[in-house]
């Protein structure tokens, strides 16, 4: 049963779109991301003297934060393994299953997606595996009760749904 997003081994478990996307991002930042960061260190040395030129030292400070982002993004996408999400236990809070949760203190109600870090991106209402609420309604069944430390503190949501 898959349980977590990223286990011991860095494998980093996403759905197929997620896989795509990250490919996707990861191509740009090779080509275009790489031709710009070249593109605006040229433009910066070409500007006189490089031991006293704050724009050049901007370029390549910012080359090495695309250099490292590239190699992140090459981690999780060389580690990356795509789930079928038909063949998931929807019996139990999991990776990839839709969960909506009561907030008991509220009353309101809100439907998540469980993904991968990679994928999350809460306007999409898709949270990290990884994220305090994930990681509370990991293995949770309907009814259970999930206490989920925030920097407000405990919050009790209660597990309505589990779908696809």
Known sequence: ??????????????????????????????T??????????AEARDKGDLSE??????AKTAQGML???????????ANARIIDETQLDISRVSILTNVTIRNMKSN???????????????????????????????GKVVGDIAKVQTPAGIIDFQIVKISL
């Open 1 to 30: 049963m898959l349980q977590k997003s990223i286990d011991m081994s860095g494998i980093s478990y996403m759905t197929q779109e997620g896989y795509e996307k990250l490919k996707a991002e990861l191509e740009e930042l090779k």
């Open 32 to 41: 275009k991301g790489r031709e710009d960061a070249a593109r605006a260190i």
């Open 53 to 58: 030129n704050a724009e050049y030292d901007a």
């Open 67 to 77: 250099e490292l982002k590239i190699n992140d993004l090459d981690k999780v996408f």
């Open 108 to 138: 309101t109600e809100v439907t998540y997606k469980i993904v991968a870090e990679a994928e999350a991106n809460l306007k999409e209402k898709k949270i990290s595996i990884n994220s305090p609420i994930g990681q509370g309604l990991l």
